[in-house]
Nanobody, 120 residues
Framework: QVQLVESGGGLVQAGGSLRLSCAAS??????YGWFRQAPGKEREFVGV????????YYADSVKGRFTISRDNAKNTMYLQMNSLKPEDTAVYYC???????????????WGQGTQVTVSS
C-alpha cells in the first residue's frame, strides 16, 4: 500500500516557475507519474520517472520545460515546471504503480491533486 500527497501548487504568471512535490509513504513502486486535468478535459499524461535509476519520459507538450526528479531519502518526487503557459493550468496529480508509464489506467495509486493556475 502507498499514500501520495501532492503540494506546491499555486498561481503564477506566464513564463514563471513552480515546483510540485509528491510525498510517498508505504511501499515503493517502480513508476511514479505526473498527470494533469483541466476543467472539461481528459486527464493528460505529463511525465514519469522510474524510481530505480531515475530514467524519465515526458509528454511533448512539456518536454524541455518540465523536469521530474526524486529524493530517495525523503521518498519524494518533484516536478519542476519552468516557462509556464496558460494552457498548463490544471489540477496536477502524482500516481504510482508497478507497470505504469504514460497511460493513467496503468497506475494504481493517486494523490489528491494540487491546483496550478497560470495567468496571462
Amino acid at each position: 500500500q502507498v499514500q501520495l500527497v501532492e503540494s506546491g501548487g499555486g498561481l503564477v504568471q506566464a513564463g514563471g516557475s513552480l515546483r510540485l512535490s509528491c510525498a510517498a509513504s508505504g511501499r515503493t513502486y517502480s513508476s511514479y507519474g505526473w498527470f494533469r486535468q483541466a476543467p472539461g478535459k481528459e486527464r493528460e499524461f505529463v511525465g514519469v520517472i522510474r524510481w530505480s535509476g531515475g530514467s524519465t519520459y515526458y509528454a511533448d507538450s512539456v518536454k524541455g520545460r518540465f523536469t521530474i526528479s526524486r529524493d530517495n531519502a525523503k521518498n519524494t518526487m518533484y516536478l519542476q515546471m519552468n516557462s509556464l503557459k496558460p494552457e498548463d493550468t490544471a489540477v496536477y496529480y502524482c500516481a504510482t504503480g508497478t507497470t505504469g508509464w504514460a497511460i493513467a489506467d496503468e497506475y494504481t495509486y493517486w494523490g489528491q491533486g494540487t491546483q496550478v493556475t497560470v495567468s496571462s
